[in-house]
């Protein structure tokens, strides 16, 4: 514990049980002295297991469907009351896409899934940033971090549209982080996260395999979930203050390796 987040007020987007991304984030958090409210969709707050996490870190949860504005704005403008002022961090930890739970092919998208999937996981990063923007809701040094993965820049088949929700988002952060830098010294960033055990993580067909494929990849091995928060902990802190409109690959250096000697190993003996 190093204090990094001493006096530091924030909202955890997409904690839903405790193998979410989110919810280590929320554990690190407030370990680290952060006091921030939690929210997701209502349908979210029903299935999942949030109240253990808010009695363990001192939380409020506000119930927000990321893709209605109205939800949002009460969201922002009831989180500065509570947390009695403005914001320093946002965690976006949201991502869905209807055509992979329907099991529709990405060549055989039904379009009204493709549009809820892109609402659902890049334009609620615009709509919530547009909330925190008018409200004047982020203190100057603030941090707003999505968490993305490298189906944005390289294929892989089964991650279907997602991969175009993760460019989208990637692209969104860039353009929003200009505005909100320039005018509000606030730092926009995703972070992209290795494959990692959770329920979204999992709906992803073929998960086993790229998993294990990545970890055997990557130098370091994939990155888990708790290393994960450990990482956005320095985003949200002051070390970073001048880290914006990137993204971060958090990956044990997957995305820069051709191949590995283990991945090579594999095929040799198949030969
Ligand atoms: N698991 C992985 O392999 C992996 C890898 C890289 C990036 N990511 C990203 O990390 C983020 C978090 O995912 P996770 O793996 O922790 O899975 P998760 O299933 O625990 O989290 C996804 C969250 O999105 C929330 N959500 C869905 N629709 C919503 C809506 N309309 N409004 C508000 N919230 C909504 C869900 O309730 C859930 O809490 C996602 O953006 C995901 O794409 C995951």
New binding site residues.
């Given amino acids: 514990m190093y204090n990094l987040l001493k006096g530091k007020r924030g909202i955890i987007?997409?904690?839903?049980?405790p193998?979410?991304?989110?919810w280590k984030i929320a554990e690190k958090a407030h370990e680290e002295g952060a006091t921030f409210v939690l929210t997701?969709?209502p349908i979210?707050l029903r299935m999942g297991t949030m109240n253990e996490l808010a009695e363990k870190t001192g939380s409020e949860i506000i119930a927000?469907?990321?893709?209605s504005m109205e939800d949002l704005e009460n969201l922002v403008t009831k989180s500065v009351e509570i947390l009695g002022g403005k914001l320093d961090f946002v965690l976006h930890?949201?991502?869905?896409s209807v055509n992979v739970r329907k099991g529709r092919h990405y060549t055989d998208q039904k379009y009204d899934f493709t549009t809820k999937g892109w609402d659902?996981?890049a334009v609620?990063f615009h709509k919530v940033m547009n909330v925190l923007y008018k409200q004047d809701a982020m203190n100057e040094w603030g941090s707003i971090v999505a968490?993305?993965?490298m189906a944005a820049q390289r294929v892989f088949p089964d991650y279907n549209d997602m991969a175009d929700n993760k460019a989208y988002l990637e692209s969104i952060a860039r353009s929003f982080g200009y505005f909100f830098g320039t005018d509000k010294k606030v730092r926009v960033n995703t972070i992209s996260?290795?494959?990692?055990p959770?329920?979204?993580?999992q709906g992803v067909k073929g998960f086993d395999g790229f998993f294990t494929y990545a970890d055997k990849m990557s130098p370091l091995g994939n990155a888990t979930a708790d290393e994960c928060a450990d990482y956005t902990i320095t985003l949200f802190s002051d070390l970073t203050k001048k880290v914006t409109l990137q993204n971060l690959f958090h990956d044990g250096g997957f995305s820069n390796v051709g191949v590995s000697q283990s991945v090579m190993d594999f095929f040799e003996k198949e030969e």
């Fill in positions: 987007f997409g904690a839903l049980d193998k979410s991304i989110a997701n969709a979210a927000a469907d990321a893709t930890s949201i991502g869905m659902i996981s609620s968490l993305t993965y996260q290795s494959p990692t959770t329920t979204a993580g």
